[in-house]
C-alpha cells in the first residue's frame, strides 16, 4: 500500500460514494452472514453451541475477505503492475464511506429545510436502525448527528487506519467485522449468544480508530470555526462524556461530536417499540436544528481529510 493508492481510493470515495449499481463487497458480506446464519441455526443449539458459531463467524469471515482481498491483488500484480495498482485502488474505495455518509446526511437536512417532517423520517430510516416513524425535528438531527459521528469513526477513520497498516485485505477485514457487529453483534435475542463474538471483536477492531477519529473531529472544529476556544470545549466533553455511553467506542466520537456542535446528544431512543436510554452526551447550548447536521457534515471531511493526509504521510 503506498500514499499515492490511499489518496487515488479517498478521491474515489469523494467523487463516485457508493452507487447503487456498484457491487460492493459489504452486500456480498451481509448475504455471506444471512446465509451462514441460516444453515448454522440447524447445526448450533444451546448456548454454547451458539456461542462456538459465532466464534466461527467472527474469525471465519474476516479471514476470508482478508485472504481473498490479498489473493486479488496479488494475481492482478502478477499480471501487471498496473492492473495491481488499479486493483488495490478499486479494493480500497471499497472500504471508505464518506461520500456515502454525507449523501445520506443531506437528503435528511433537505427535507428539513423544505420543513417535510415526513419525509426526513423517511430519510433518517434509511441512516438509522431505531424507530424513525414520531420523531420531531430535533429527535432527526440528533439521530442523524449521532450517526454522522459514529459513521466517521467506522466508515472513514477506522478504514483509513487499517488501509495504512495492512492494505486493503486488513481493511475489507475490518469491513466485515464491522458488518458482523451491525447485523448479528446484539445483545438481545436471538443473538445474545450468537452475536457474542462479532460485538466484542468489533469493540476491539474499534477502540484505537474511536479515539483517533474523537481527536480529529475536535482539529476539524478548529478549522472548521476557526476557534481554539471551541477546540478545547470538544475535548472538555469528549474528556467528561466520551466513556459514558454502553459501547466502549460509539461514545467517542458523538462526545467529540455534541462538544464540536454545542449541542446535547444522547436520550432515549425506541426500537421496535421498546425504549432504550442511551447516556447525554454535551450541554444544550444550542437547539438541535438542520444546520447542525451541515455544520456536522463538514466536520465529518474535514476529519476525513486529515486522517487521509496523516495516513498519506506516514506512508510515504
Not at 239 to 245: E, I, N, V
Amino acid at each position: 500500500m503506498t500514499a499515492g493508492v490511499l489518496i487515488a481510493a479517498v478521491v474515489l470515495d469523494v467523487s463516485c460514494g457508493d452507487p447503487w449499481w456498484f457491487p460492493h463487497p459489504v452486500r456480498l458480506m451481509g448475504r455471506m452472514i444471512t446465509w451462514y446464519e441460516r444453515y448454522i441455526r440447524y447445526l448450533a443449539s444451546g448456548r454454547m453451541g451458539e456461542i462456538v458459531a459465532g466464534v466461527v463467524l467472527a474469525v471465519g469471515l474476516p479471514a476470508l475477505w482478508y485472504a481473498v482481498t490479498y489473493w486479488l491483488i496479488e494475481l492482478s500484480m502478477a499480471a501487471h503492475e498496473i492492473i495491481g495498482k488499479l486493483t488495490e485502488v478499486l479494493l480500497a474505495y471499497t472500504a471508505l464511506a464518506a461520500r456515502d455518509l454525507r449523501d445520506h446526511a443531506v437528503v435528511v437536512g433537505r427535507a428539513l429545510d423544505a420543513q417535510s417532517l415526513d419525509q426526513a423520517r423517511r430519510a433518517v430510516s434509511r441512516m438509522v436502525g431505531r424507530d424513525t416513524a414520531g420523531l420531531s425535528e430535533p429527535d432527526i438531527v440528533r439521530a442523524t448527528v449521532e450517526t454522522i459521528a459514529e459513521s466517521t469513526s467506522d466508515g472513514v477513520i477506522a478504514p483509513l487506519f487499517y488501509l495504512v497498516i495492512g492494505g486493503p485485505p486488513l481493511a475489507l477485514a475490518y469491513k466485515a467485522v464491522n458488518t458482523l457487529d451491525s447485523m448479528v453483534g446484539h445483545l438481545d435475542e436471538p443473538y445474545r449468544y450468537f452475536g457474542w463474538a462479532s460485538a466484542r471483536l468489533d469493540d476491539l477492531a474499534n477502540w484505537i480508530p474511536a479515539r483517533v477519529t474523537a481527536c480529529l473531529v475536535i482539529a476539524a472544529v478548529g478549522l472548521r470555526f476557526r476557534s481554539v476556544a471551541r477546540m478545547r470545549y470538544a475535548w472538555t466533553v469528549f474528556r467528561r462524556d466520551g466513556g459514558k455511553h454502553p459501547s466502549p467506542n460509539s461514545g467517542q466520537a458523538e462526545a467529540a461530536m455534541a462538544g464540536a456542535l454545542q449541542v446535547q446528544l444522547g436520550g432515549v431512543n425506541y426500537y421496535a417499540g421498546t425504549p432504550t436510554p442511551r447516556p447525554l452526551l454535551g450541554v444544550t447550548e444550542r437547539p438541535l436544528v438542520s444546520t447542525c447536521i451541515r455544520e456536522a457534515v463538514s466536520i465529518m471531511w474535514l476529519a476525513s481529510f486529515l486522517g487521509a493526509g496523516l495516513g498519506a504521510c506516514f506512508l510515504s
